[in-house]
């Protein structure tokens, strides 16, 4: 019997790399759980460029938009276990909202396969010229005498929600939610005055403040980004302890056979130690390269679940 059990092992084992070893044979989706346009957009898009010229076969970016990135979410999390559909997000979907719907139609931990780090993001303030501040104690002295100023986010539960409404906590200020799909139309609104407040990612504003159409007033990492050492932190300008860790992550779907999800991350990995996909699309989004193992960052999405949580508990936010 025990013979018999190790050739099944074994035989299981022996198909598994026989299928990584000829992945792909047909083309490979990318969902992305936002509109085209954002961020997170433009990082897949390089990826599965980067990729289907690695593979030799199309990889195609699916944008599932909607809900927080929930709708997307689901659909990989219910999505065949073979790596042919693999999704790329930022921290939202995994480690978020798990703590904000108790009833999601999928559980992060248990449905998802992680693959890697993509990229960290650097969050940063950014406001529309309409506010006018040039800093964060100036910004809070406005929000204080202008209640309801409207402030974006990706969606209840996504990151720029949850971090905005712990900096009102902090600052004992009271905006008004404006949920968006995606990050192009925030942009447009900001710009438009619309919309006057937004946690996001230095990448998608840095053109538009160099150009005078939105201010930037302070990074929201713990410490100042080595790129733009001018740029103070929030914490450091009068909000002190607020920070935002936020990150891009690659996971396929649970049940993946390990030598598959091996080969994604190896050849993933490889993309993201190429010092010209370095240089030419991770610094002008400001994003700092990923690559940690398949169990780092299943580990980190724990701990981040457990992060997240915290805040959302003393927050007191509800969907």
Same mark, same amino acid.
């Given at each position: 019997?025990?013979?018999?059990?190790?050739?099944?092992?074994?035989?299981?084992?022996?198909?598994?790399?026989?299928?990584?070893?000829?992945?792909?044979?047909?083309?490979?989706?990318?969902?992305?759980?936002?509109?085209?346009?954002?961020?997170?957009?433009?990082?897949?898009?390089?990826?599965?460029?980067?990729?289907?010229?690695?593979?030799?076969?199309?990889?195609?970016?699916?944008?599932?938009?909607?809900?927080?990135?929930?709708?997307?979410?689901?659909?990989?999390?219910?999505?065949?276990?073979?790596?042919?559909?693999?999704?790329?997000?930022?921290?939202?979907?995994?480690?978020?909202?798990?703590?904000?719907?108790?009833?999601?139609?999928?559980?992060?931990?248990?449905?998802?396969?992680?693959?890697?780090?993509?990229?960290?993001?650097?969050?940063?303030?950014?406001?529309?010229?309409?506010?006018?501040?040039?800093?964060?104690?100036?910004?809070?002295?406005?929000?204080?005498?202008?209640?309801?100023?409207?402030?974006?986010?990706?969606?209840?539960?996504?990151?720029?929600?949850?971090?905005?409404?712990?900096?009102?906590?902090? /600052?004992? !200020?009271? *905006? &008004?939610?404006?949920? $968006?799909?995606?990050? %192009?139309? #925030?942009?447009?609104?900001?710009?438009?005055?619309?919309?006057?407040?937004?946690?996001?990612?230095?990448?998608?504003?840095?053109?538009?403040?160099?150009?005078?159409?939105?201010?930037?007033?302070?990074?929201?990492?713990?410490?100042?980004?080595?790129?733009?050492?001018?740029?103070?932190?929030?914490?450091?300008?009068?909000?002190?302890?607020?920070?935002?860790?936020?990150?891009?992550?690659?996971?396929?779907?649970?049940? /993946?056979? !390990?030598? *598959? &999800?091996?080969?994604? $991350?190896?050849?993933? %990995?490889? #993309?993201?130690?190429?010092?010209?996909?370095?240089?030419?699309?991770?610094?002008?989004?400001?994003?700092?390269?990923?690559?940690?193992?398949?169990?780092?960052?299943?580990?980190?999405?724990?701990?981040?679940?457990?992060?997240?949580?915290?805040?959302?508990?003393?927050?007191?936010?509800?969907?």
């Amino acid at each position: 019997m025990k013979k018999i059990l190790v050739i099944f092992v074994w035989y299981f084992i022996s198909l598994g790399y026989a299928i990584a070893q000829n992945f792909p044979d047909r083309p490979v989706k990318i969902v992305v759980p936002y509109t085209p346009g954002g961020a997170t957009d433009t990082l897949a898009r390089s990826i599965a460029n980067q990729l289907s010229a690695k593979w030799n076969k199309p990889v195609l970016v699916d944008n599932r938009g909607g809900a927080s990135g929930m709708i997307g979410a689901e659909f990989v999390a219910k999505a065949p276990s073979d790596g042919y559909t693999l999704m790329i997000s930022d921290s939202a979907p995994y480690v978020i909202l798990p703590n904000f719907y108790p009833n999601l139609n999928y559980a992060p931990l248990k449905d998802f396969a992680p693959i890697t780090v993509i990229a960290r993001q650097a969050p940063i303030i950014v406001i529309s010229n309409k506010i006018p501040a040039n800093n964060i104690k100036e910004l809070v002295t406005y929000l204080k005498s202008h209640p309801d100023t409207p402030y974006a986010s990706l969606g209840n539960g996504s990151y720029p929600h949850v971090a905005m409404e712990d900096f009102q906590r902090q /600052t004992g !200020t009271k *905006l &008004l939610h404006v949920p $968006y799909k995606g990050t %192009a139309q #925030i942009i447009t609104d900001m710009i438009g005055g619309q919309v006057d407040l937004y946690v996001g990612t230095l990448g998608a504003f840095e053109q538009h403040e160099k150009s005078g159409k939105v201010k930037i007033l302070a990074t929201a990492t713990e410490k100042r980004l080595p790129f733009r050492p001018e740029l103070v932190t929030v914490s450091e300008s009068g909000v002190p302890g607020f920070s935002v860790s936020v990150w891009f992550g690659m996971v396929a779907t649970a049940g /993946t056979p !390990t030598p *598959l &999800l091996n080969k994604i $991350y190896q050849d993933v %990995a490889e #993309i993201l130690k190429n010092n010209t996909f370095i240089s030419e699309v991770l610094t002008p989004q400001a994003l700092i390269p990923g690559g940690d193992s398949r169990a780092d960052f299943g580990a980190l999405m724990k701990t981040d679940t457990v992060r997240w949580g915290e805040i959302i508990k003393s927050t007191g936010i509800k969907p």
